[in-house]
């Protein structure tokens, strides 16, 4: 059968996204998911998402990473999924919508997609790392030259090591530019590389950052490879919360796959 798709990036983070509200897509097929996010054999994403119907919310996220597993929470295509949805009809402006980590609200205003993210109570803190989960879990370490860091072959070392192993993390490499700025790289597992960006794992390294007294704001400015990203966020003793993902999501181009 022939399906619509759409290509859609935050940040240099891609994916491919299809409107599923007719259930149509066979879910289990990890196989022909990957096969279309490969970069030289398919239409080429980090990342693979579905739009399902939901009872409570204006609409479900179904998140797979370009392996072609069901993954964790994705923020930044949790951000595309919403100018998606706005694209199709489903929501305006505004939206709650739920997604494997539970329900998210996000706004839309000038093109910019404000995404709210779970709460996050536990961080881990070591000596030279934290590890903390956003939605997705992120190990965070800061390094001194970003810019020259081999982030595949670290990042895939400490994504398949000791306490990590075969379940895995992301893996942030961090460099502070300013009092309430960083920038970061990430390997991401389930692509088994480095992405552009990714939205849980800025959201990890703001609050990082913060836990560990790197900054005392609660606006964060995030610099990726693939552009600029902001985390805002409250704090008290029992952790953080309000916790908000900020940054652009755009239609790249559309198609059509055999499914
Ligand atoms: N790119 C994402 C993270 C996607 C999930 C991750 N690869 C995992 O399996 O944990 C983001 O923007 O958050």
């Keep these: 059968m022939k399906m619509t798709f759409y290509k859609y990036q935050g940040t240099g983070n891609d994916f491919v996204i299809l409107d599923n509200r007719l259930q149509i897509i066979d879910k289990k097929d990890t196989k022909r998911i990957a096969e279309l996010c490969d970069r030289r054999f398919g239409i080429g994403a980090d990342g693979f998402i579905l739009l399902e119907n939901d009872d409570q919310t204006d609409f479900k996220m179904v998140y797979y990473n ?38 998210h609200k996000a706004k839309i205003e000038n093109e910019i997609v404000h995404l709210q993210m779970q709460d996050v109570l536990e961080i881990e803190t070591f000596q030279d790392h934290l590890f903390l989960n956003t939605g997705s879990p992120h190990h965070v370490e800061m390094v001194s030259d970003l810019k020259d860091f081999e982030v595949k072959k ?7 090591g000791e306490p990590y192993n075969e379940v895995g993390s992301n893996v942030n490499f961090v460099n502070q530019i300013s009092s309430d700025h960083f920038a970061v790289r990430t390997y991401e597992r389930g692509v088994e590389d480095e992405t552009l960006s990714c939205g849980t794992g800025v959201t990890a390294v703001a609050i990082a950052m913060h836990k560990s007294g790197k900054t005392k704001s609660n606006i964060i400015t995030l610099n990726t490879e693939g552009g600029d990203l902001k985390v805002t966020f409250d704090s008290n003793d029992n952790g953080y919360h309000n916790i908000w993902l900020v940054g652009p999501a755009e239609q790249v181009f559309k198609g059509e796959i055999e499914w």
């Design 154 to 160: 670290n990042g895939s070392r400490i994504r398949y």
């Design 66 to 103: 370009a392996d072609g597993n069901e993954s964790s929470m994705c923020g930044n295509g949790g951000r595309c999924i919403v100018a998606f949805a706005k694209f199709l009809g489903v929501i305006e402006n505004e939206t709650e919508f739920i997604a494997i980590d539970g329900l």
